[in-house]
């Protein structure tokens, strides 16, 4: 089943430990984006990537990493988290212009 | 930059009703329009798209033509069901290599028996 996988799926923790979300993608895309949810602004995009090592900003990459060492791995890390980066993230993946999202994380930073 | 904007909700329907969430957009170019569907606890699902003006997309009995004289996307559904209460979001992708899409903020359908 093609599909796009994140973990975990809920996430508590406090401020300035680092964390990692993982998302993989079983569709051989080479595009693959990380968004964030807030209530009352839609989805906003935080970085993507076009390729393995190929990683760009988006909207709101301030507080984010990620990396692109593999096509099917696209993790997101939060070196300090901070409790405005409380939100649920979805990723997505693309072969063409349209997006496939994961289940999504729900994070909470206290 | 690009935007888009939808009709807040909630809205709130008896089954069986004729469903209309409007959606416009602000955007240079030629985009490509979305509408994506988000269950309760769940991510989001593809609903339907269209890729060029006069196009119109449909899937389990929803709606949208993409309008560029009016820069419009609305959705509709000429028969609601509970099964449709969710949240719908209007989204739009340019054809940059960036991809993103930008979402409206959402439109909550509440439907009841």
């Known amino acids: 089943e093609a599909q796009v996988t994140q973990n975990p799926r809920y996430l508590i923790t406090v401020t300035g430990k680092k964390l990692t979300v993982t998302c993989s993608q079983n569709?051989?895309?080479?595009?693959m984006s990380w968004y964030r949810q807030d209530p009352g602004l839609g989805l906003r995009q935080i970085y993507y990537?076009?390729?393995?090592?190929?990683?760009d900003k988006g909207d709101v990459p301030e507080g984010y990493k990620v990396s692109r060492k593999e096509k099917r791995n696209f993790p997101l890390i939060l070196e300090s988290p901070s409790p405005n980066q409380t939100s649920l993230y979805f990723c997505?993946?693309?072969?063409?212009?349209?997006?496939?999202f994961g289940p999504g994380t729900r994070l909470t930073v206290t | 930059g690009d935007s888009v904007t939808q009709m807040e909700g909630p809205v709130t329907l008896s089954e069986e009703a004729f469903l209309t969430i409007n959606c416009t957009y602000t955007?240079?170019?030629?985009?490509?329009l979305f509408w994506y569907v988000q269950y309760p606890g769940e991510g989001l699902q593809l609903l339907l798209k269209?890729?060029?003006?006069?196009d119109k997309g449909s899937n389990k009995g929803f709606e949208a033509t993409y309008r560029k004289e009016t820069t419009s996307f609305h959705l509709e559904k000429g028969s609601v069901q509970v099964s449709d209460s969710a949240v719908y979001f209007c989204?739009?992708?340019?054809?940059?290599?960036?991809?993103?899409?930008?979402f409206g903020s959402g439109t909550r359908l509440q439907v009841q028996p």
């Open positions: 989204a739009l992708s340019d054809h940059t290599g960036r991809r993103a899409l930008t």
């Open positions: 990537s076009m390729n393995v090592e190929v990683t």
């Open positions: 269209a890729t060029k003006a006069d």
């Open positions: 569709m051989n895309h080479e595009y």
């Open positions: 955007a240079t170019g030629y985009p490509s």
């Open positions: 997505a993946s693309s072969s063409t212009n349209e997006q496939y």
